[in-house]
């Protein structure tokens, strides 16, 4: 039976209060979909996520992920603005350092051999994806691998003009943090638009 999964990193209380707020903040009076909260749909960053096998153990594999990353007690990355991604999204662009990558790097060698390929969704509109993107999701059945990865975190979707205007007015209204805090990994349930439904397993960047 295939599960839809993800694996991410969490940010501290703190900073998944302020991407709470910040959805708000940037929806104005447009609800952004889904909605963010503490013990719903968390503010995160996907690493990767998709369609898995049975043979997928998530806390045995979650456990190599963590030990592949090498990844410090916390991550800090950059904030680069509210940013329009095709088609209807609105996105925390986030730095991409090179830890993200290996960190990523690193993760899809762990999962691939899991992954329920015939899943892949072949009818899946890609006519506004990049050429990295339609190799991405060829690849991988996930847009954002590889040259394609691209760091953020969903603020939510909505009809397309709507969420260009929220975009394009967000510096006037909102006053973005400079800096996201992230201290754990978390493999998740892929809820609605794949969203961070809920908590599979959960465990710090570096465990003591």
């Given at each position: ?29 447009h ?22 096998l ?6 045995t ?71 990295d993107?339609r ?22 979707r ?41 908590i ?9």
């Amino acid at each position: 039976m295939t599960r839809w999964l993800g694996i991410a990193l969490l940010p501290t209380a703190e900073h998944r209060t302020a991407a709470i707020r910040l959805q708000r903040e940037v929806g104005g009076g447009h609800e952004l979909r889904p909605p963010l909260s503490p013990d719903g749909n968390l503010p995160h960053v996907t690493v990767f996520q998709g369609p898995f096998l049975d043979s997928f153990d998530p806390a045995t594999e979650l456990d190599r992920i963590v030990a592949g990353a090498d990844a410090p007690e916390r991550i800090a990355l950059a904030s680069r603005g509210v940013v329009y991604q095709p088609t209807g999204w609105v996105f925390l662009a986030l730095e991409r350092p090179p830890l993200l990558e290996k960190i990523q790097q690193s993760t899809l060698a762990v999962l691939a051999p899991h992954l329920d390929r015939p899943a892949f969704d072949p009818s899946k509109d890609v006519s506004r994806f990049t050429e990295d993107e339609r190799e991405s999701f060829e690849r991988y059945g996930y847009r954002y691998t590889g040259p394609a990865y691209a760091p953020h975190i969903t603020l939510g979707r909505a009809e397309e003009a709507v969420a260009q205007e929220l975009v394009r007015s967000a510096p006037e209204r909102v006053d973005v943090p400079g800096i996201w805090v992230f201290d754990r990994f978390s493999c998740y349930v892929m809820g609605e638009n794949g969203a961070h439904a809920e908590i599979v397993e959960e465990r710090a960047l570096r465990p003591r």
